[in-house]
């Protein structure tokens, strides 16, 4: 199957300070990405579409100027959360969406990255 | 709105035990997809179900995708401890994929 890869697993970070997390489509080509965020012992809450080329698509309650998304490749989607809080601290997701796969929806997850806000 | 709901939220069960979680909605999906988490991890895709009153089978696990493409569910048999985790489902329509909130599986030895 498709491989989503995540980085970094975890990070732990002050309060202020911005943190990157990059999500990689390893073997196939993604116009479309999106971003999860998850509290424990949750489902998966959308925060937001990353497209290829052109501005994330924020869902309702997402700080756009907060949590930044770049996807600048086929491959590649970032997020950075800007100015860091602890209550920012969460398992942010990223799930790529192959283009041989369009009919059918499917997604490919990434593993995770743990973000702690000190 | 389309929604998903998931049912039961919690399933603690004994190892050796059938189950099935159920997905519900009242709108028609394109497709339906059963993830599963573990963890600390993300989801991992089992299956994707496109054509109503199809049935799908990965070993111990069947699935099951209603008639009408409202529904889905997800049967396991002999349940393992291997199996704990979380079971998403997932409805596809017109490109986007929402998420049900999940139900927590404990398979205990």
């Known amino acids: 199957g498709a491989v989503v890869s995540q980085h970094p697993s975890w990070v732990i970070c002050k309060s202020g300070t911005s943190v990157k997390i990059e999500c990689r489509s390893l073997?196939?080509?993604?116009?479309?990405m999106f971003w999860y965020r998850q509290f424990p012992k949750q489902s998966l809450m959308l925060m937001a579409t990353?497209?290829?080329?052109?501005?994330?698509?924020?869902e309702q309650g997402v700080e756009k100027d907060k949590f930044l998304i770049n996807h600048a490749s086929l491959t590649l989607s970032t997020l950075t959360v800007t100015s860091a809080h602890p209550e920012d601290s969460s398992f942010y997701i990223c799930?790529?969406?192959?283009?041989?796969?369009?009919?059918?929806?499917?997604?490919?997850f990434g593993e995770g990255s743990r973000l702690t806000v000190l | 709105t389309q929604l998903l709901e998931q049912s039961p939220q919690f399933l603690s069960i004994q190892e050796g035990e059938n189950l099935t979680v159920y997905c519900n909605s009242s709108?028609?999906?394109?497709?339906l997809q059963w993830y599963r988490q573990e963890p600390g991890e993300g989801p991992v895709l089992l299956v994707t179900v496109v054509t109503g009153g199809e049935v799908k089978k990965l070993k111990r696990l069947t699935f099951q995708f209603g008639d009408a493409r409202k529904d889905s569910s997800l049967h396991i048999t002999a349940a393992q401890t291997g199996d704990t985790g979380l079971y998403l489902c997932?409805?596809?329509?017109?490109?986007?994929?929402?998420f049900g909130k999940g139900t927590k599986l404990s398979v205990k030895p």
């Open positions: 709108s028609v999906f394109s497709s």
């Open positions: 073997d196939f080509q993604a116009t479309t």
């Open positions: 990353s497209n290829e080329g052109s501005k994330a698509t924020y």
């Open positions: 799930s790529a969406r192959d283009l041989r796969a369009l009919n059918t929806g499917e997604l490919f």
């Open positions: 997932a409805g596809g329509s017109q490109g986007n994929l929402i």
